[in-house]
């Protein structure tokens, strides 16, 4: 059994066919999904979810392209919906510097922010990094993020710096570009990180797999990110699906089992 650590089950993509894709996902092994709320309305959504589906989880927090839009109301409206039990992280948080809608000193601010929330609710977190890495673990360093550790999701650093985030209490998620061709980066970290430390996801609708690439991502597709990485160390499919889940049970609280 696999698990998608990070879905976007709440995006419009999803609107016209959410339980078949969902049905689709079950039906190809994964037998949890973890779905991120970044904003008022995916937030909103999230929390839907969680309630509608016993094997479906949520993380929440503030994305950083929409930093400029956060207040001290989202900040308390965060940490009360936190106390759900199906809440297993606080994210995705961070730095995108490819993205100008909000000014960098905002996002960094925001960002420090959560880290504090997170560890007044003690749930793990959640990292988006777009073109910022030197920052982002400035930052985590700074905050003491390392007190509740989390996950770098869909890494595509070098394996220098996945060095870096493992020293700081973080995992690293890999998803659909493990599985490019020309992806180099995301599979040499493949084949570098112990396995002790990786997880996996889809981040659908986004980023899909090989051979479908180009086309809507969906959960059921995170058995190629899964078998990608097996292909890429020499181990088995099985071995991965039960690790990885494995890492995924202790970074985010048990997820039911």
């Known amino acids: 059994m696999l698990i998608d650590t990070h879905a976007h089950l709440n995006a419009d993509q999803y609107e016209e066919d ?14 949890r999904m973890i779905v991120v709320g970044f904003d008022e309305i ?11 589906y016993d094997f479906v989880y949520g993380v929440i927090g ?19 919906l936190s106390k759900h039990p199906k809440i297993v992280a606080i994210g995705e948080m961070g730095l995108d510097y490819h993205w100008d809608k909000s000014p960098k000193a905002i996002q960094k601010e925001v960002f420090k922010r959560q880290i504090k929330l997170a560890k007044e609710v003690d749930l793990p977190i959640v990292i988006h990094n777009r073109e910022a890495t030197a920052d982002v673990i400035d930052i985590l360093k700074s905050e003491g993020a390392a007190e509740v550790g989390g996950v770098m999701h869909s890494f595509s650093g070098s394996p220098e710096t996945c060095d870096e985030v493992l020293k700081l209490n973080f995992m690293i998620s890999l998803g659909g570009p493990v599985t490019f061709k020309n992806a180099k980066q995301p599979k040499e970290v493949a084949k570098h990180v112990p396995l002790d430390k990786l997880i996996i996801e889809t981040d659908a609708p986004y980023l899909t797999p090989h051979p479908f690439r180009g086309k809507r991502n969906e959960p059921m597709h995170v058995k190629l990110v899964a078998e990608e990485i097996a292909k890429l160390r020499g181990i088995t499919h099985e071995e991965v699906a039960i690790q990885t889940t494995k890492n995924a049970e202790l970074l985010f609280g048990g997820l039911g089992k």
């Open 42 to 52: 995916t937030i909103n959504r999230t929390m839907k979810l969680i309630d509608a």
């Open 18 to 31: 959410l339980q078949e894709v969902i049905d689709r996902a079950r039906a190809n092994g994964v037998d």
């Open 62 to 80: 503030w994305h950083p392209v929409d930093a400029i839009d956060f207040n001290d109301e989202y900040y308390e409206w965060i940490k009360e």
